[in-house]
């Protein structure tokens, strides 16, 4: 619960300078999609090339975050909503840090999305769409987890039985099925570039 004797301090340093001294604009990356459709391999593929362009990211993985500051939630409705609160809470900050932050979740439902959108500044949620079809990620089954949630080891797997909600206009669309990975990060690339972002290299 909100105290009223909590009151936010500003602080002297902003979010610009920060992100001025590193030559970037602060953004969140946000990776939607089902399990297996590739979140995690272009996110992490992307922060590699972004280090070697020598910029200031940071990647906030679903696994991982589970993990730690997230162990204490499970995968019913009212769970996922509040794993990605505090997720985009997380990015918010890192991104107010003026870092180009990199979230991969599933994040199945479009009212979470459209709330972590509305923490940060118009231009600074990029949603990324995962558009690989099911079929792949199920073929692909990097976990094993369509596997069990076909034969009903796991409940609630989105994609199986529970639902997957598109983003309606994400800025950016990829499918892994039909794109490399190197494919898939230069149109990320390109679409931080035209937004100025980061400069063009
Ligand atoms: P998610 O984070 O969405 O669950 P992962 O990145 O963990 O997905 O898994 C995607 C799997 O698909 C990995 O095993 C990866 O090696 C494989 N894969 C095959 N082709 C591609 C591609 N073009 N882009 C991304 N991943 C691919």
Redesign the pocket.
């Known amino acids: 619960m909100k105290d009223e004797n909590v009151v936010w301090h500003q602080h002297e340093l902003s979010k610009f300078v920060r992100a001025k001294q590193k030559k970037q604009k602060p953004c969140i990356l946000w990776f939607t ?1 089902l ?8 996110a992490g593929a992307l922060e590699q090339r972004l280090y070697d362009l020598g910029h200031h990211t940071y990647l906030l993985d679903g696994d991982n975050v589970r993990h730690g500051l997230n162990k204490d939630l499970g995968f019913s409705d009212a769970d996922r909503v509040e794993n990605i609160r505090r997720i985009g809470e997380v990015s918010k900050l890192f991104c107010d840090a003026g870092l180009l932050v990199m979230s ?1 979740f599933i994040s199945p439902f479009r009212e979470d999305r459209q709330m972590v959108r509305e923490l940060v500044e118009g231009s600074e949620f990029v949603e990324v769409f ?1 558009d690989t079809p099911l079929e792949e990620c199920e073929r ?1 089954d ?1 976990k094993g987890l369509y596997k069990k949630a076909r034969s009903g080891e796991i409940r609630n797997f989105t994609g199986i039985d529970s639902t997957y909600e598109r983003p309606e206009s994400p800025e950016i669309v990829l499918n ?1 099925a039909l ?3 190197d494919e ?1 990060v230069n149109k990320i690339i390109d679409y931080l570039e035209t937004h100025q972002i980061i400069a063009e290299g």
């Open positions: 999609g399990s297996g459709s590739g979140k995690s391999t272009i991969a995962m692909r990097p892994t794109q490399s990975v898939a």
